[in-house]
DNA sequence: CAATTCACG
DNA sequence: ACGTACGTGAATTGA
């Protein structure tokens, strides 16, 4: 059975241009939102048509047969925006790499070349499919013929017309489309029509008459300004309905072979999709049919990609146990190294073996291996701190040699932290990516080798080895252009002073993890449980009912359609339950309030006790995070496995999560320390505004100053409801401020919200110019810079789109205060972590949150480390405005507060 | 797998 | 008129 499904190009990326609104794009920043519109779409219709030849077509030039009817044909349109010219090439590059044809021909539309197409299709009965958004192509369906015309705007559904529908839909045959278009006309291309005549109108002419020619033959049956009208564009009507004719004799030099399809090519599409950042879409390609897609490999117009089994061979070596003597006096020469690893977190991830490549060599150490005795060089080259070592995500690396039994030190150059200083908003988020993102031949995807899911297998050792190599030679290859990377832009303090030394303190803090008691855990559990019983019954009570409160549908319904509470917001799938809902509505209804109280245990529940329990390892009562220190766009490190940096504090129940944490040894205490206010400080530095330094320089509490300064009132006047303005005015001004921002935290009008900022920039000139300047920086550059020279890039700083604009105006204002604070802890942990080693302290440092380090200290170091970890936090960076660190302590995190 | 919600700084 | 506060991770529901 063969099926062609033909598509009209120019239509599909205009509509995927307008309806993917969100600000997709390359690393350098062309967009990409009509391209992957139009691949999702794509993907859609290859999924439910299942056809077995395609063909794009697209409109070759500006200029057709048509203008020689009509001048005036396609007058009056819109240049295509320059954000979507640039797009027709990558997706051409695109369809091309999927091994889908695509034709264009100068003089013709994308539309006659369907309609003649469709006509040789229909002829040999061919069942054939017609993509497009404009209604014109009806008139081609047919019994073999079907349109499906797009739905609405964007890309979503489509609708499929064949005669049956059209006949229903409008109760006109498919050649009588052609009629309806003289009569009503089209706005988009030019074509007149009859004026005054619309749907409705020439809807019911045809009806009566058929076609344009037998109507213009019975003008006199007409009465009144439509006869009028008719009679006044005879003419026009004719001629339009010229124009809105497909032409079906278009010489096409196409052979029927050249549109098969049997699957996309992966090897050349993966590549395209990565450059294209359309890394969600990968795994949605689907491979192409081994067997019976055999012939269709030789489409003679794809351009051959460069596929990783064309390249030269590398000189690849399986180490065995007779061969590690020879190898270990390679081990000197070796300049990266890489680890084929399996799993996400990197204290649970099996390790199958080491790539150690250096000069033109590549050996493949399996892990088993490196337990035999012959191994032992092997094993102190990895631990030698001496014996530098480069290579991509060294700090995983180092974790899961460590969970396997084997000591790693010496990181020189790690790869991905520097793809993260060049561009932290990098999508690549590994090695293959990387390399697409430089140039590089392409790589075979982890998972085309291993399987993803439960088809993951290890393959045999030379194919493990033979794609460990060529990740190798990539990483080799990519170093070089970092390191000039990171000298142009003036990063390589940044990177090797900073980045790199703290890789190996983080992993150290990892490795030590942080004692966590699960009894203390479980029997705070055990009270939530049975509070969380007794709301749930609360509820079902008041609802007359049981349902699962955790689902906000059937909450939505119980509370808006069964009890009747005024809906305040909607969500895409239906009533927004939040909290801020809940809170406007609690006046209304008893139960809100229950499912406040219920929503605030279950989450304690089922998050920070069931979810902690589970991290914590038995033998050594102790959970090991891990931080991922190249993914934040802003500098600061995230955490996961479990995530630590939210354990709650906010609320008095939650806060008691806290008390579990505890020392690992008995007779420690767990010291917290965290920076005061570093982000405003950061801030005052930045902007140099004279006041917000001066309060900073007299300690003052900064809420109460800023309402003094705005309220203009005394220290003495200031009342909890203006501090508490003027707080969130602060926390504003750090997000980057919105009016719009404000009255929605505050709870107050816009205008009112606009008021505060008004009167917060009359006193804070400084922080006014810096916003200003920040933005205009951020315009002029493309990007905006923290005081340690971490820069992030913000392309729709340039945007037309409001919206988008706006998100980039307030994060140029937000990064480089937000990143210059994760400067600075970050630099604070280094100083600190050196401190330690100096002086040979066995205090160690546990966990960072951002402004917090929290330590395990001994007895003996107590005294000591209650002012050497704040002295070396205050003193991390010098700013125009002193640092400040506030330390506390106690027998677990809960009293270190 | 997307959407919703909520925990933290 | 437009429509969000900045930065994260995890659990749950319901396709």
Redesign the pocket.
Known sequence: MTKLMMIDGNNLIYRAFYGITAPLQTADGRPTNAVYGFMLMLLRLLQDEKPTHILVTFDAGKVTFRHETFSEYKAGRQKTPPELSTQFPLLKELIEALGIKQYELANYEADDIMGTLARLADEQECETIIVSGDQDVLQLASAHVRINLLKGKGVGDVLPHGPEQIMERFGLTPLQIIDLKGLMGDSSDNIPGVPGVGEKTALKLLHEYGSVENLLENTDKLKGKLKERIEDNKESALLSKKLATIFREVPLPLEWDELAYGGADREAAVPVLRQLQFN?LI?KIPYADGEDGAETDEDPFAEPAPKAADRPPLDVRIADEDTLGELAEFLPRVSVIHAETHGDNPHHAELVGLMLHGEERYDYVPFELLKSPQAAPILEWLEDPEAPKNGYDLHRLDLVLHWHGIAFAGAAFDSQLAAYLIDPTETATNVSGLAVKYELPALTEDDEVYGRGAKFAWPEAETLAAHSARKAEAIEAIIPKQRELLERFEMNRLFFELEMPLSRILADMEKQGIAVNPEDLEKLGGEFEIEIKRLQSEIYAHAGMEF?I?????LGEILFDKLGLPAKKK????????????EELAPQHEIVQII?QY??L???Q??YI??LL?EIRPETRKVHTYY?QA????G?L??????L???????EE??KIRKAFVPSEPGWTILAA?YSQIELRVLAHISDDAGLKDAFLHDMDIHTKTAMDVFGVTREEVDSNMRRSAK??N??IV????????S???GITRAEAANFIEQYFAVFQGVQQYMHDIVEEAKKDGFVKTMLERRRYLPEIHAKN??LR??AE??AM??PI?GTAADIIKLAMVQVDAVLNERGLKSRMLLQ????LVFEVPEDELELMKTLVPETMEGALKLSVPLKADVSFGANWYEAK
Request: proline share 2%; aromatic share 8%.
């Open positions: 969600s795994e699962n955790n689902s906000t549908r059937q969500t895409k799938t239906g009533y927004s339950t939040d909290a801020k809902v809940l406040l929503r605030q279950a989450k304690l089922s998050t069931e979810g589970k991922r993914l934040t766009a802003t600061r995230s955490s996961q496995y479990p995530n940096q939210n354990i709650p504090i906010r609320l939650g806060r965290d969130a005015v926390f504003g997000y980057g401020i919105s009016d719009y921002g404000l929605q935290n505050l409001f919206a706006s998100f307030r994060t937000n990064t937000q949150v951002h402004d917090e």
